[in-house]
T-cell receptor, first 115, second 111 residues
Framework: EAQVTQNPRYLITVTGKKLTVTCSQN?????MSWYRQDPGLGLRQIYY???????DKGDVPEGYKVSRKEKRNFPLILESPSPNQTSLYFC??????????????FGQGTRLTVV | DQQVKQNSPSLSVQEGRISILNCDYT??????FLWYKKYPAEGPTFLIS?????DKNEDGRFTVFLNKSAKHLSLHIVPSQPGDSAVYFC??????????FGPGTRLSVLP
């Protein structure tokens, strides 16, 4: 079954304690990205990756890091989480565009609370 | 400044009637548009899309209309069913790869 898997689904942490949210896809997609969803703001892109070892900032990258050492994995790293990073996070993957466009597949989401 | 706008945070429709969800965009470089549906505690799932070279795309009960001159697209659901109750996100892609999402519209279909 084609899927994007995020872990953990729920996480409560304290300010400043480093954490990693994992994301894995089994569709051999080149493109992966991270979004955060906040009320009234929709889905805002944090970071994206076009392929292995190729990453770039999205609209709201501050306070986040990513890595893409393997095609299937794209972890999101919060080196020093702060309360304003409390949010619902989604990982997505898609094949690189060919022609008119393509859809993205999303993970189930990770609800992060930073206290 | 939001490039993709969904000005109605919520919409309620009676079962069997038509649901119309609207989306406006500001970037004329967008060339592909998508609608995603999201249930609570799940990730968004792809619903329907349209290329900028078309003005209509239909898939069963779902039709997306694109008016490029007005930078406006809409999603029509006919007939609406209670299972359609969800948050709907409009998304746009420019000639690159990145998706830009709107803030979402919560649709409630009342039995």
């Amino acid at each position: 079954e084609a899927q994007v898997t995020q872990n953990p689904r729920y996480l409560i942490t304290v300010t400043g304690k480093k954490l990693t949210v994992t994301c894995s896809q089994n569709m051999n997609h080149e493109y992966m990205s991270w979004y955060r969803q906040d009320p009234g703001l929709g889905l805002r892109q944090i970071y994206y990756s076009m392929n292995v070892e190729v990453t770039d900032k999205g609209d709201v990258p501050e306070g986040y890091k990513v890595s893409r050492k393997e095609k299937r994995n794209f972890p999101l790293i919060l080196e020093s989480p702060s309360p304003n990073q409390t949010s619902l996070y989604f990982c997505a993957s898609s094949p690189l565009r060919a022609g008119s466009g393509t859809e993205a597949f999303f993970g189930q989401g990770t609800r992060l609370t930073v206290v | 400044d939001q490039q993709v706008k969904q000005n109605s945070p919520s919409l309620s429709v009676q079962e069997g009637r038509i649901s119309i969800l609207n989306c406006d965009y500001t970037n004329s470089m967008f060339d592909y548009f998508l609608w995603y549906k999201k249930y609570p505690a799940e990730g968004p799932t792809f619903l329907i899309s349209i290329s900028s070279i078309k003005d209509k795309n239909e898939d069963g009960r779902f039709t997306v209309f694109l008016n490029k001159s007005a930078k406006h697209l809409s999603l029509h659901i006919v007939p609406s069913q209670p299972g359609d109750s969800a948050v709907y996100f409009c998304a746009a892609i420019n000639y690159g790869q990145n998706f830009v999402f709107g803030p979402g519209t919560r649709l409630s279909v009342l039995p």
